[in-house]
């Protein structure tokens, strides 16, 4: 059975945009999501610094003097969600409009598709904040390295560009761009999912392009690789020197392999259940590790088509702090089916499956927001999967002004429905 499409009703763009000057308070008050628990009547202060509204202080409302003067929310307030492996929404596709095209054509000496790339991003960064997106890092399958090359340094501009117009207080109905995810091309052939096979290549490969082309990769912030392919353990020592998140997937590692991986400063496992061995209980492979190893934060997508949405809840319990939600969103999501193509790779989205000619899935047709009701409705707690989908990814990323009620944070919040999870809006203070 499709899952149901889970329409949120959103009215608003995100909460830190503001037009009130620089040094004036505000407050909310009501329930709300902290250390990953729902405080009940929490008081939120809220002070405009530079073009952002930022958190001074969070806590029980209690008889605190600026409870008389805070907004009241009704429901649940949260902070907007993190997406560390989005490829796109509503036709918006993180390769911009011409997609692997146009990054190849562009390595044979045609015009550079870069301005067209940030482009194409920062109107996914205005889709994503109506879906409740605080911020979000742009993802590509396997490319070329030329390729690869140029559209990081695209996501690296587009980022660039958003954070000078936030200064100027423009950009405030985007959610925030982050750095680039490269979901191959150091991966396994036998779990290549919907990457084209002719583009994997070694580690080793992959490194020393990072090495020899540092300048252009420094958008860089996560890489998926398998860490059993030649030169993986060397790739991860090198991304973790640079604070470049090492996660693992695509990847046929044994169970031995990944709790290696992980030990020596991988920090994440990409798609838990899609693109790597099934559990086999005399084989625990990948997926078993990523269960078992403390230091690994895994992404899980809750599709309820990646994975079995009971089984996702299982898995979500036994991950508790360490389980991240990720939307793997392609430009199809919010679209009517069609054909469409999924970096070099022609895809096809039908009853809520994206998925190549041969039923390979490819990525997804939905955003976090319907991904977190999905996860609730199926019985997971409300204040968990919410967590999963804001401060884990944030501290994945080492952003503490990300994903979390908390002085310091940003605050770009939601109002979600208690009952469930559901967006409501985003908060404005
Ligand atoms: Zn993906």
New binding site residues.
């Given amino acids: 059975m499709p899952p149901q499409q889970v329409r949120p009703h959103y009215s608003e763009g995100m909460s830190s945009r503001t037009n009130r000057p620089a040094g004036a308070r505000t407050a909310l008050r009501g329930d709300a999501l902290m250390n990953g628990r729902i405080v009940p009547d929490a008081l939120i202060e809220l002070e405009v610094r530079g073009a952002e509204q930022v958190i001074i202080a969070v806590g029980p409302a209690g008889r605190r003097a600026a409870g008389a003067r805070a907004r009241r929310v009704d429901g649940l307030i949260a902070p907007g969600y993190v997406d560390v ?3 796109g929404a509503a036709g918006h596709d993180t390769l911009g409009p011409r997609g692997s095209q146009a990054l190849s054509e562009a390595t044979r000496g045609a015009k550079s598709p870069e301005p067209d790339i940030a482009a194409a991003l920062r109107l996914l960064a205005r889709e994503t904040a109506r879906h409740g997106y605080a911020a979000f890092v742009p ?1 590509a ?1 396997s490319l070329p390295l030329p390729s690869l090359r140029t559209w990081v340094r695209a996501v690296a501009r587009a980022r660039d560009e958003q954070s000078h117009d936030r200064a100027a207080g423009r950009a405030r109905d985007e959610a925030i761009i982050l750095g680039a995810h490269i ?1 191959g091309p150091a991966i396994a052939h036998a779990q290549k ?2 990457n084209d096979p002719t583009l994997i290549i070694d580690a080793t490969n992959l490194q020393a392009d990072l090495q020899n082309r540092e300048h252009d990769w420094a958008g860089l912030s996560i890489v ?1 690789l398998a860490p059993e392919v030649r030169g993986g353990g060397e790739l991860i020592d090198y991304l973790v020197a640079r604070r470049i998140v090492a996660s693992l997937g695509h990847s046929a590692a044994s169970y031995e392999q990944a709790t290696a991986a992980w030990s020596h400063g991988a920090s994440s496992a ?2 838990l259940g899609t693109c790597m061995e099934p559990l086999d209980h005399r084989l625990p492979g990948l997926a078993g590790a990523a269960l078992a190893h403390p230091k690994a934060r895994v992404e899980m997508i809750a599709d309820g088509v990646h994975i079995d949405l009971r089984l996702a809840v299982l898995y979500a319990q036994l991950l508790g702090s360490r389980l991240m939600l990720v939307s ?1 969103a392609l430009s199809a999501a919010g679209q009517p089916d069609s054909d469409f193509r999924f970096g070099s790779i022609p895809a096809r989205s039908a009853n809520g499956r994206a998925a190549m000619s041969d039923g390979t899935l490819a ?1 997804s047709l939905s955003l976090l927001d319907t991904g977190i009701v999905r996860i609730v409705q199926a019985g997971y707690p409300l204040a968990a999967a919410l967590t999963a989908a804001t401060r884990t990814p944030a501290d994945l990323l080492r952003l503490p002004e990300l994903g979390r009620l908390a002085p310091g944070a940003i605050a770009r919040l939601i109002h979600v429905n208690p009952a469930t999870g559901a967006l409501v809006s985003a908060l404005r203070g």
């Fill in positions: 492996h989005i490829h993802t399958p979901e999912g919907a998926t990409t798609h793997d990525g």
